[in-house]
Structures are given as structure tokens and as C-alpha cells.
């Protein structure tokens, strides 16, 4: 499955593709990842669902125009409008890390509608933001400038950091390499530079508002994300329960995709 369509929206190019038959499933992806993490997720779906994939602007396969921001309140009206141009009016929506604070934007804010909301190990809940965080947007203009060895050892050691049982060279190469060369790395730091919490406290106290089935997943060993912003999340959300998953990490998807998609599926289908 593949990125094969292309929508424009206020000068960014935003990489997609669609795949099966069925209720539509959209999956949202976090940072610093990119759609392919939920793609064996969206491929084994694909008989009983619409699946639907894209890479928000700044990252993936989509453009990475230095001039424009790609901050959260940014990609949660562009998820919105997407949507609205996939003719979607409530999918079942799939999110991961900065996923989940971009799907909840679109429905808090800019009026998306989803049929169900399964966030897994999302950013959505303070205090969120790694010291590494805080010391790239301090400096994103000397992260930028490192001599590009040095920053993909730099990228590799923080995405491999986020998996508890370890990635393959397969898996490692798949995630850092969007972030190489000039226009990657430029974006890597700059994605980062324009994360800011307040985007989170916008819309925190308002969960309580949430109308619609929620599954909250975490990974039990999530060290990017403790699992207890996890429990804060579920029990903000009316009806939420946290469902832990033992053996994972913050990548949830590559360390444990079995147990991982057996409840993706049991809540789709059970909607």
C-alpha cells in the first residue's frame, strides 16, 4: 500500500493513499514517524475496512517546505479539511503520539466527527516535551547545522529509544531516513522547534466534552510516555478505559503488533 495520492492544501503537498472495502478507517501517525508504521495495520484491515494513510505536512513522504509551519494546531485544521475531501463525514480514527492531539484537535475545534477514537500512547495530557525537546527548540539552528553523520546518529539513537524490545535495521532505517539529508534534517529539528504544549492546554480541559467511543492503549513500558498520562487521559474521557499492553514501548506497532492489532480490530469491530 502506498502514498499514491496527493492533496493540496494552502501550498502543502499532503501525501496519501486508500486501500479495502468497508467502514473508513483513517490512521494519524506522531512524531517524528510517518504513516508506514500503521501501514501492515491498515494492509491487514483492508477486508473488512476503507483504510486510509497519509503523512501530515513536514513529514514522510509529504513536502517539507521550510516556510511552512507544521505545529499542531496546524495539522489538527488540516485533518479536518482532509476529511472533508475524502467525503469521510465519521470514520473510526486510529492515533498514535502527536496523532492523538491532532485528531482531538479536528473534533474539538474544527467540527470532525469521528464513529470512534482509539489513541494509543498519544501526546494529549501535560506535561509533555523531552529535555532533548526543550534543548533542540532552544537551538534548532545549531541542530540543523550538524554535520549530517552526527545528526543521523543523533535521530537513530532517539528513534531507537522509543521501542522497548529494540528495532531491526530494517525498522531503524524506516523511520530515520526521511530525516537525512539537507531538506530532512532541516525538517527533523524544525518539527520539533514548533511543538509547544499550549496546543495540548487549548483543548485538555474540554475532553470531558467527548461524545463518542474511546479506547485509550498504552505500551506498559512506554518511556517516552508513561503509562500514567495514559490512565490521566482515560479517565478524563467519559466511558474511557485504559487498555495497557504489556511488552511494548512507545512503538507499540513494532513491538508488539500481534497483541496490538487483536485490539485494534476487536474495538473496530465491536463499534
Do not use: K
Amino acid at each position: 500500500m502506498g502514498l499514491t495520492e496527493t492533496f493540496e492544501w494552502h501550498g502543502r503537498r499532503v501525501r496519501w493513499g486508500r486501500t479495502g472495502s468497508g467502514p473508513a478507517v483513517v490512521f494519524c501517525h506522531g512524531t517524528p514517524w510517518q504513516s508506514r508504521l500503521w501501514q501492515p495495520y491498515a494492509e491487514a484491515l483492508a477486508d473488512e475496512f476503507t483504510c486510509y494513510l497519509w503523512d501530515m505536512p513536514g513529514y514522510g513522504e509529504s513536502s517539507m517546505d521550510p516556510d511552512h509551519r507544521v505545529s499542531l494546531d496546524v495539522q489538527g485544521e488540516l485533518l479536518a479539511e482532509l476529511l472533508r475531501h475524502w467525503g469521510l463525514s465519521a470514520p473510526h480514527l486510529v492515533a498514535h503520539d502527536y496523532g492523538g492531539a491532532v485528531s482531538l484537535r479536528a473534533h474539538l475545534l474544527h467540527d470532525a466527527r469521528y464513529a470512534s477514537l482509539a489513541l494509543v500512547d498519544v501526546v494529549a495530557v501535560a506535561p509533555w516535551g523531552s529535555e532533548f525537546f526543550q534543548l533542540v527548540r532552544e537551538n534548532a539552528e545549531v541542530f540543523a547545522a550538524l554535520p549530517p553523520a552526527v545528526h543521523e546518529g543523533a535521530v537513530r539513537a532517539y528513534v531507537d529509544g522509543a521501542s522497548h524490545i529494540g528495532l531491526t535495521q530494517d525498522q531503524s532505517d524506516m523511520l530515520v531516513t526521511p530525516w537525512l539529508g539537507e531538506t530532512g534534517q532541516a525538517a527533523f529539528y524544525r518539527q520539533i522547534a514548533q511543538a509547544d504544549q499550549a496546543y495540548t492546554d487549548e483543548i485538555e480541559p474540554r475532553y470531558a466534552e467527548l461524545d463518542l467511543p474511546v479506547t485509550v492503549m498504552w505500551g506498559a513500558e512506554d518511556t517516552w510516555i508513561p503509562v500514567d498520562r495514559g490512565r490521566t487521559l482515560a479517565g478524563t474521557i467519559p466511558g474511557a478505559q485504559l487498555d495497557v499492553i504489556e511488552g511494548a514501548g512507545h512503538l507499540v506497532q513494532l513491538d508488539q503488533p500481534v497483541r496490538l492489532a487483536t485490539r485494534l480490530h476487536r474495538w473496530l469491530t465491536s463499534r
